[in-house]
Each structure stands twice: as C-alpha cells, then as structure tokens.
C-alpha cells in the first residue's frame, strides 16, 4: 500500500506541475503566458521532475524530501498570506491551501517510511543485495 499511496500522489502532484509548465490540464489557475525563470516555473519544474521521479520510485527519499519542503513554503508563501497581493485567511478550506498541508505530510511520511516494494529504488537494492553469480544468471 505504501508503493500505491506513493504512485498516486505523485500521479496527482505532477499535474500541478503540467498545468504549470505545459497548461495540461488546463483549470485555469495560471493565465497569461509561462515564464521559467520566476517561482510558478521553478514550482512547475520541481512538480513535474519530482512528481515523475517519485512516481518511479527513484531517489525517493531525497525527492519527497525536497517536495515537503516545497509544499510547505508553498503554503506559508502564497496560502496562508494570500502571495503578495492579500491574506486569504488562517484556515486551509479558506485559503486553499489544504492540498499543500496534505500533500507537505505524505511526503513527509514518505520520506520517513521509503519508496514501497515496487520502486526502481527497491530494485535497486535488491539487485546489490545479490551476489555477482546470481546476477550472471
């Protein structure tokens, strides 16, 4: 079960990141034409790269790790004070920010808990785990 949860939010916080980068799907969160070098870009990378790297299940400590820290600077950032513009209010359901916490949390968990059996990670140890006559087999 800890390789699903893993695949599925990974398969769900990559879309934060295609809508930032490529509008796929497009829900009509970021208008106006995408810009790399701003944070929207440098999210929409982390999102999309992270979320696919986890998704595989490779580097995946170090990648939820990387991905819970965004998520809560995510969420002190622009959720809790409304970005630069105005606050929107302390709680999640008000301020939208309640994927962020949950998203920062599992990760976070993640990060604790490990990639799952099915991962590239997993396989990876297996296979130096074995001795170099099974591998020749």
Not at 99 to 115: D, H, S, T
Request: hydrophobic share 55%.
């Amino acid at each position: 079960m800890l390789s699903v949860l893993r695949i599925v939010a990974a398969m769900l916080f990559m879309q934060h990141g295609l809508q930032k980068l490529i509008k796929f799907p497009d829900a009509g969160h970021h208008p106006g034409p995408f810009e790399l070098v701003s944070l929207a870009g440098a999210a929409g990378i982390l999102e999309s790269c992270g979320g696919s790297l986890l998704l595989l299940g490779l580097w995946t400590r170090p990648v939820a790790f990387l991905l819970s820290g965004q998520m809560a600077v995510a969420y002190f950032l622009f959720h809790l004070v409304g970005g630069l513009a105005k606050p929107r209010g302390f709680f999640p359901v008000v301020n939208g920010g309640d994927l962020a916490i949950l998203f920062c949390f599992v990760f976070l968990y993640i990060v604790v808990a490990g990639p799952g059996s099915i991962s590239l990670d997993a396989w990876r140890l297996s296979r130096a785990a074995q001795t170099p006559e099974q591998l020749s087999r």
